[in-house]
């Protein structure tokens, strides 16, 4: 029987109206989903740090919210979801996101993640960790 983590994150990040939006790829990571060419699953078998977390059947998936609002400073929320089969450890996907809000200018950050076999972990951001 295989095991899932299930995951749900959003972090808000905060921009004083930049001229060119962050390369979340890059800060985050790629997706390797599913039905992903067989060259991005060898790209992320070879450089896994620059994906999102992965399981068996692919990795985590992340959507990215612009606020049409450009006079805000909550300039975009960005979504970490999903369902990793054969991912075992909550507390490692919860170490990879505090390192990865540790690179934005957070607002705020919250991520909760419930695996079959180890329990449920969730963590809040607090500017205190930078």
Known sequence: MSNWSHVAGIIRVDDMGGITKPDFDAIIGKECLWGSPSEVWSDAEKHPDKYLPMGSEGSLHKTVWVNPKSNHLDAYT???FGD???HD??????EWFKEKCKLLWVRNAVITVENGWYGTETYTYTEDEE
């Not at 450890?89 to 919860?94: P, Q, R, Y």
């Open 89 to 94: 450890s909550a507390t490692e996907i919860i």
């Open 84 to 86: 990793l089969r054969d």
């Open 78 to 80: 960005v979504s970490i």
